[in-house]
């Protein structure tokens, strides 16, 4: 089996902690020179002690980025976290950029009486490293004073997120559901549920008003070792499914994004049906449920709506419903290897 490589930076921490659901987090000392530590008011959930602290930049410094350690050749996933807590150091309203590698990521903003000054916001990118370390950058746009609450880094198995590596890609995360699961549970999988650490969310009912959410009474296999081109979704999101007959909806999204990555997950389910059609900007795929291990389906394409659809509905092999357990949402954007120098800004 493989076992994940995990760094956790509590941003402005002034000691090693520990959190709620057991993930030992370390200060940024030796991954990052600029910049001023300050305390959030806002009280953390469990799971959620280090979004307490945070690193700052005011002054004049046009860029600032952590360097962190990395293996060349490996595929990774990046996740920060921001959390305004109404700290008095960081003035309304604000604008700030983030690159990884000189890579643009996205814009962060916020303005006075946003419901998010209290909300921890998590965003996550992957892709394939060819350096032996990686930059993180967080660079001034309109206005403000940026800052970071956490930094996570975690190596991914071989194999996974296959387009990082074959077409050079930054994949930024749009969207990462848990179909399944009942939203009144408010269940969030994540490490140790996912070896990797992704953050799978609960899909929301009033976003998917169709089908019906049902458990497995059926014991299922989920492969945990690597498969080329497989992604390794966890037991505790394919357990469960969203079940009907017309699955379809449109996802918005980002207005920069150009081109999109889609992951959908199906396993078999009880009393539901082994064959549906899934589709995605109406190219139309069989899927064969014939066991009980789950089948990955995956689309690219450059896109210019501001919604893509997704169709998953029933066949008329048999007449039964479409099942779809989990699905990823990215944006692509193909990656720039030039490296970044000292010049590009202060450090």
């Known amino acids: 089996m493989f076992f994940a490589v995990f760094l956790s930076i509590d941003s402005g921490a002034k000691q090693n902690v520990t959190d709620g659901i057991g993930m030992e987090w370390v200060t940024d000392e030796g991954y990052i020179s600029t910049g001023s530590t300050l305390k959030v008011p806002a009280l953390p959930n469990p799971g959620q002690e280090a979004l307490t602290t945070a690193r700052y930049f005011p ?36 604008e700030f950029n983030f690159t990884i590698n000189s890579n643009y990521w996205f814009t962060f903003s916020l303005i006075v009486g946003d419901r998010g000054l209290l909300y921890p916001f998590l965003k996550e990118a992957i892709f394939y490293n ?15 004073i940026p800052w970071i609450s956490t930094l996570e880094l975690r190596q991914m198995p071989e194999g996974t997120y296959s387009i ?11 969207y990462r559901y848990n179909m399944g ?13 996912d070896l990797y650490d992704r953050v799978w969310y609960p899909a929301d009912l009033a976003e998917f008003p169709k089908g019906e959410r049902v458990s497995n009474s059926t014991e299922i296999f989920v492969l945990t070792d690597p498969l080329p081109g497989y992604n390794l979704p966890p037991y505790a999101v394919m357990k469960d499914a969203l079940v009907g007959p017309d699955l379809t909806f449109d996802w918005p999204l980002w207005k920069e994004t150009e081109a999109v990555h889609i992951v959908t997950y199906h396993q078999r389910m009880t009393n539901a049906s082994e064959h549906f059609l899934v589709g995605f900007e109406k ?36 007449n ?5 357990n989990a699905m990823e949402v990215y944006g692509i954007s193909e990656i720039d290897s030039t490296f970044t120098f000292d010049g590009d800004g202060k450090w």
């Open 59 to 94: 002054g004049d410094w046009s860029k600032s980025c952590y360097v962190l350690p990395a293996v060349g050749g490996k595929t990774y996933l990046v996740r920060v976290g921001i959390l305004h807590g109404e700290a008095p150091e960081l003035p309304l309203p604000v």
């Open 181 to 193: 699961i009942k939203v009144e549970n408010e269940v969030v999988v994540r490490w140790p549920d």
């Open 320 to 324: 039964g419903d479409a099942v779809l």
């Open 283 to 318: 190219s139309m795929t069989v899927v064969n449920l014939t066991d009980y291990h789950a089948i990955q389906l995956m689309w690219s394409q450059n896109i210019s709506a501001p919604t893509v659809n997704i169709t998953i509905v029933g066949s008329a092999l048999d």
């Open 164 to 174: 990082a590596k074959s077409e050079n890609m930054l994949m930024y995360a749009l």
């Open 130 to 144: 060819q350096r032996d370390h990686i930059d993180v950058c967080v660079t001034r746009a309109a206005q403000g």
